[in-house]
């Protein structure tokens, strides 16, 4: 069964950006100014969009649309002053690091689909 989200808590919809006709990137920022994300496919058996993952507060994830194609997605807040963002791919893992100022912090991206 698909995911159903409440939209109350989105305040602007940033953008909709549709991947290989059957993917959507929607960047948006919530009532609380989160800057968060969905991610969504086509079910052509419903004729509906269902939801693949849904991420609060942003951040970095690596969406693996099939067998064959991934895409790196992101929505971050101008706040977090992001200055770069380093992606490693090691050993079926993906890793990234953002570099904000002197911070810097590494962290595993979330694959939503095997």
Not at 67 to 79: E, H, I, T
Not at 93 to 111: E, K, L
Request: charged content about 20%.
């Amino acid at each position: 069964m698909a995911e159903t989200i409440n939209m109350t808590d989105v305040k602007i919809n940033q953008d909709r950006i549709i991947i290989e006709n059957k993917n959507l990137f929607t960047p948006f920022i919530t009532t609380d100014e989160e800057y968060s994300m969905l991610l969504l496919h086509w079910n052509w058996l419903t004729g509906n969009w269902d939801i693949v993952h849904r991420q609060q507060g942003g951040g970095v994830v690596l969406w693996k649309t099939d067998a064959s194609s991934a895409f790196f997605v992101w929505n971050l807040s101008p706040k977090d002053k992001v200055e770069s963002i380093e992606f490693a791919l090691k050993n079926r893992s993906v890793f990234f690091t953002i570099r904000q100022g002197s911070q810097i912090r590494s962290t595993n991206c979330f694959n939503n689909r095997n």
